[in-house]
């Protein structure tokens, strides 16, 4: 069935630094949304991409969807410890259009 | 506008016994969706429902486990004799439509230890 890589599993880093997770699909992906869990919480989704090349930005955050709607990234720029949690990239591609296939996440600490 | 409401957020039962797990859909939404989590796993699509109706459930295992969204009431995932490795995060998510193009609302999850 459709799978949805995401690398890496884990991410630390210092306050400041820039953090970027990377979801990939052996096939063509019809959208992409992105969804940030927090420890102890539940997902909270923060974006959708729909079109082949998109970037949209949210304050430091920055989502890319592949030109080949193969693949999807999020970058933070200048990290804070308010962005630790787990980020999930999740697709819904998979021949139903309800159906959402998450990647297993990378979770980010940040060192304050 | 409340979210989506799960309860008991935290659930332990023994071996053998059954877990019950509610979940009450935003307002107007009429789209139940239960995913489970496993430690350090992504969510996993287990079923999906409108009023009344059981839409798919490719993602239940075949037994032990049932769902349903009556006409009134929540929703309820009803896992009979649980045994360990039913141990996980349950969450549910809403929607006002199906979820092509719109986000889905997850619930705070019921966290279920069995013993």
């Known amino acids: 069935g459709q799978q949805v890589m995401q690398i890496p599993q884990y991410q630390h880093v210092q306050e400041g630094e820039d953090f970027t997770t990377y979801c990939n699909s052996s096939t063509t992906l019809s959208n992409i949304q992105w969804y940030k869990q927090r420890p102890g919480g539940h997902p909270v989704f923060l974006i959708q991409?729909?079109?082949?090349?998109e970037v949209k930005k949210q304050k430091r955050l920055t989502f890319q969807f592949g030109e080949a709607k193969k693949n999807s990234s999020l970058h933070i720029t200048a990290t804070q410890t308010t962005d630790v949690g787990t980020y999930f990239c999740a697709d819904n591609s998979g021949g139903s259009n309800y159906k959402l296939t998450f990647g297993k996440g990378t979770l980010l600490t940040v060192n304050p | 506008n409340a979210g989506v409401m799960q309860n008991p957020r935290h659930l332990v039962r023994r071996r053998g016994q059954e877990a019950r797990l509610r979940c009450s859909p935003m307002k107007g939404h009429s789209h139940v969706y239960w995913y489970r989590q496993l430690p350090e796993e992504g969510l996993k699509f287990m079923v999906y429902l409108q009023k009344e109706n059981i839409i798919d459930e490719s993602g239940m295992p075949k037994e032990r486990f049932s769902a349903e969204f009556p006409k009134e009431g929540p929703s309820i995932l009803r896992i009979q004799q649980v045994v360990r490795g039913d141990s996980a995060a349950y969450f549910c998510?809403?929607?006002?439509?199906?979820?092509?193009?719109?986000?889905?609302?997850f619930g705070q999850g019921t966290r279920l230890t069995v013993v």
């Open positions: 991409l729909v079109k082949s090349g």
């Open positions: 998510a809403s929607s006002p439509v199906s979820m092509r193009n719109t986000e889905a609302f």
